[in-house]
């Protein structure tokens, strides 16, 4: 059962990390996203690997990385032959492959000491550890919307920013493993004022929170900022998730019921007060928030003293005259109650949320909001669950909305035939007038609305070096939606095959095709029709350690996008990666020169950028032209990280670049970002 720890080397952190955050941006497509939420774990049991032989469900379930049926596995072996006594033995459980442990290796331990699960607050705050962030960005290239106009056109104009083009990020925090956190985060976007103007007090964005996990009884309580997850994401959840990605079999959403809010994204989180109780088996949470909201207001022509919203901006810019009228003009109020019951096998949970406003949210109807909420309150109850028999994950979610009577249901199952053959299917069917306000269902679109959609994933391990990943996914749109005024269908395919000839080398080819349908192009104005829009990709990858300080990555890609009213389109980008971390030097460095040559922004190519630790760059590639960027960090004292990266794109066909206020005069835009961390 044993085999070489050459064989067992697990990836490197910085490798999982970059797929986990290349899954998710794939799927959103959205340059500006802050994951710090999702990968902090990763870093946190990358520096303290978790225990198996003392590890429950929940700390399994933090990693990320595992189904539920390979958690399962690893408690139930514990049961039924007792503590692991060494690493190799995750060889012998039934659903575990070899690239389930190389992947898993790097953030867990065997250690017959027991990590203590229930933790008392004051030995929390004496064994915690401080850590601190300062981060500088900016553009170095002018843009229209920074010129020095006059005050009277600068307060009369919405073209112009108020203040400079940096970015500016604090953050500080105090915790002790997951079980407390205390911490505030403050950023200033680019273009917004900094201790003057309408922002007397320095940043822009404020967060803060104090948050415990760890008692018998009370469980956890989150005060401050904090985010909550119930079911599959139909009625709540806070923050981002998984969707569709190359890994097949993680399409099941695994809610981490309370969690501290540490990222920058400055609408997809609460504020106010969170408990968790628990006994046994049953565990009830409770949360109450208010906050701020960016609307627009509109005055109604009837009633003058009436005030209406017609918009929610979510952007979270506060750096024009028409931006600052907006700061949150809506005050949101968000009650629920999460109430569960858990086993190793089964869990049920049932939920109730009210989300309120101090104004009528009232946008104008179009064709493809008409089923939208609109009103001053929503009331969404739903029911999830989860079940484990044998080899199969059973899972899902039905949740309703009272604006509208709306349903929105769920359901899948994950199982595995043995370790070698694993499978994934998942049924949703969310109505054309059911939305809350924060969701991340499982779906085609960006929405958990309007869409009813059947996927199915394939996992095939032929070998420890040989890896299949396919999944088939066929939706349609029952209600008209964004330029598509009509009924929509739509399909999707991706099949990527994996090779990894040792830990030094491994190897990717990637397919994925995209079917949608859009209003053409060739309307004459009295009847739209709908054409197929039809996107393929096609990807090689290539990483290949030259030694075990040098890593190299190539990557080719090439996307083809066809529709009736317009002529073919296509797109391609090149990319090389190297990378330096030699174990005994402070220094690390990490490269890429890339090629890029596309048609238009429509067969624009999203690829992930190394950079600092919790930033987050996953530019848009497009038109013709190329990129560079070098990143160096240095350790020094054993207590400080710096981070110095600087990015060039240069385009060949371009003699300015964006609009707008954005507008950049010349063909070429560089990035600097400089990142200071503290550790006490």
Same mark, same amino acid.
């Given at each position: ?5 050459? /064989? %067992?080397?697990?990836?490197? &952190?910085?490798? #999982?990390? +970059?797929?986990?955050? =290349? ?92 990590? /203590? %699960?229930?933790?008392?607050? &004051?030995?929390? #705050?004496? +064994?915690?550890?401080? =850590? ?226 101090d104004k009528d949210f009232s946008k104008d109807t179009t064709s493809y909001n008409r089923f939208d909420f609109r009103g001053k309150s929503n009331f969404s109850l739903s029911a999830d669950y989860n079940w ?293």
């Open positions: 059962m044993l085999v070489s720890g050459a /064989q %067992l080397f697990g990836q490197q &952190k910085a490798d #999982i990390v +970059q797929q986990r955050i =290349e899954f998710i941006s794939e799927q959103l497509e959205d340059e500006n996203i802050d994951l710090t939420g999702l990968v902090e774990q990763l870093y946190y049991f990358y520096d303290n690997p978790l225990n198996l032989n003392s590890a429950n469900s929940e700390l399994l379930h933090e990693i990320g990385l595992l189904t539920d049926l390979q958690i399962n596995d690893v408690l139930l072996h514990i049961r039924l032959f007792g503590k692991f006594i060494s690493i190799y033995e995750l060889q012998g459980l039934k659903y575990w492959d070899m690239n389930t442990i190389r992947l898993v290796l790097p953030f867990v331990r065997v250690d017959d000491k027991l990590d /203590q %699960l229930h933790v008392s607050l &004051k030995e929390a #705050i004496k +064994q915690g550890k401080f =850590e601190a962030f300062l981060r500088f960005q900016t553009i170095k290239e002018d843009k229209s919307g920074y010129e020095n106009v006059p005050d009277s056109i600068l307060n009369n104009s919405n073209s112009f920013y108020h203040g400079d083009a940096n970015r500016y990020y604090t953050r500080l925090r105090f915790n002790y493993r997951t079980n407390l956190s205390i911490g505030v985060t403050a950023e200033k976007d680019p273009g917004e004022e900094f201790f003057k103007g309408q922002q007397k007090n320095g940043f822009d964005f404020y967060s803060a929170h104090a948050f415990y996990k760890g008692g018998k009884y009370l469980k956890t309580v989150a005060l401050g900022d904090y985010q909550v997850q119930i079911g599959q994401g139909l009625n709540f959840w806070s923050g981002y998730a998984f969707g569709k990605s190359a890994d097949v079999t993680n399409v099941k959403k695994t809610a981490n019921s309370l969690k501290p809010y540490t990222s920058v994204d400055e609408t997809r989180f609460l504020r106010g007060a969170a408990v968790e109780l628990g006994y046994k088996k049953i565990s009830l949470t409770t949360f109450a928030s208010m906050k701020g909201v960016d609307g627009s207001i509109i005055l109604d022509s009837l009633i003058e003293e009436q005030e209406f919203i017609s918009s929610i901006n979510l952007s979270g810019l506060h750096r024009t005259n028409s931006e600052f009228s907006k700061k949150n003009t809506l005050q949101e109020i968000i009650i629920g109650s999460n109430l569960r019951y858990q086993n190793r096998n089964f869990h049920f949970g049932i939920a109730a949320i009210y989300l309120g406003y484990i028999y044998k080899n199969f994950n059973f899972f899902g979610e039905v949740s309703r909305v009272s604006y509208s009577g709306g349903f929105a249901n769920l359901h899948g199952v994950l199982f595995s035939l043995d370790r070698k053959v694993s499978m994934s299917l998942i049924y949703r069917n969310y109505a054309k007038d059911y939305q809350t306000f924060y969701n991340a269902g499982f779906a085609e679109g960006s929405k958990t609305q309007n869409e009813n959609g059947l996927y199915a994933g394939l996992k095939l391990n032929w070998s420890r070096v040989i890896l299949t990943n396919v999944y088939v996914d066929v939706f349609k749109f029952p209600g008209f939606k964004f330029q598509v005024d009509g009924p929509s269908i739509g399909h999707e395919f991706m099949l990527q095959q994996s090779y990894r000839a040792s830990r030094n080398f491994e190897v990717y080819v990637r397919f994925r095709e995209q079917n949608k349908q859009k209003n053409s192009r060739n309307s004459d104005g009295t009847i739209t029709e709908l054409e197929d829009i039809l996107q393929r990709n096609y990807r090689f990858n290539l990483s290949y350690k030259v030694s075990e300080s040098v890593k190299l990555k190539s990557r080719i890609e090439y996307v083809t996008i066809n529709r009736l009213s317009e002529e073919n389109e296509d797109g391609m980008i090149i990319t090389q990666d190297f990378i330096f971390k030699p174990k005994s030097s402070p220094i690390s460095i990490s490269m890429r020169y890339a090629l890029f040559d596309t048609d238009s922004y429509d067969t624009r190519i999203y690829t992930y950028e190394n950079n600092a630790l919790y930033v987050f760059s996953v530019p848009s590639y497009y038109y013709r032209g190329s990129r560079a960027y070098a990143m160096i960090q240095y350790k020094f004292l054993h207590r400080f990280d710096i981070w110095f990266r600087y990015g060039v794109s240069i385009f060949a066909n371009r003699s300015s670049l964006g609009s707008g206020a954005e507008e950049i005069e010349g063909n070429t835009k560089t990035d600097i970002t400089v990142q200071l961390r503290i550790k006490l």
